[in-house]
């Protein structure tokens, strides 16, 4: 059974840095997309980024695009998402999200992901 489980959310004065991590475990396929994504009470999950596991082509959303960095460990089958130059309007809960029919470039729509993990918080104060 797949899981994914997220860690390192928590709170951080405006400007500061977190870095969120994400363990995909019980993976039976060797190749699979993965993305990061967050959700505020009462709005749309937004996708934030994403990354494909070999090629580890990314790809960016515009509000998070120059602060915010994918990356992964192959060998780990870990995911991580580096915070920098946190704003307010950044606490949500993250998520990140595995797509395990991984496309030539990963796409940030959550219809394309079909396990997710838990969340993690991230709360940004000012």
């Known amino acids: 059974e797949v899981h994914l489980v997220e860690s390192g959310g928590g709170l951080v004065q405006v400007g500061g840095s977190l870095r969120l991590s994400c363990i995909i475990s019980?993976?039976?396929?060797?190749?699979?997309?993965a993305g990061w994504f967050r959700q505020v009470p009462g709005q749309e999950r937004e996708g934030l980024a994403c990354?494909?596991?070999?090629?580890?082509?990314?790809g960016y959303g515009d509000s998070v695009k120059g602060r915010f960095t994918i990356s992964n460990d192959i060998a780990e089958n870990t995911v991580y998402l580096q915070l920098d130059n946190l704003k307010p309007e950044d606490t949500a809960v993250y998520y990140c999200?595995?797509?395990?029919?991984?496309?030539?470039?990963?796409?940030?729509?959550?219809?394309?992901?079909?396990?997710w993990g838990q969340g993690t918080q991230v709360t940004v104060s000012s």
């Open positions: 019980g993976v039976t396929v060797d190749d699979y997309d």
């Open positions: 999200a595995a797509d395990f029919f991984p496309k030539y470039a990963c796409r940030l729509s959550s219809s394309n992901y079909g396990y």
């Open positions: 990354i494909s596991k070999y090629n580890r082509r990314t």
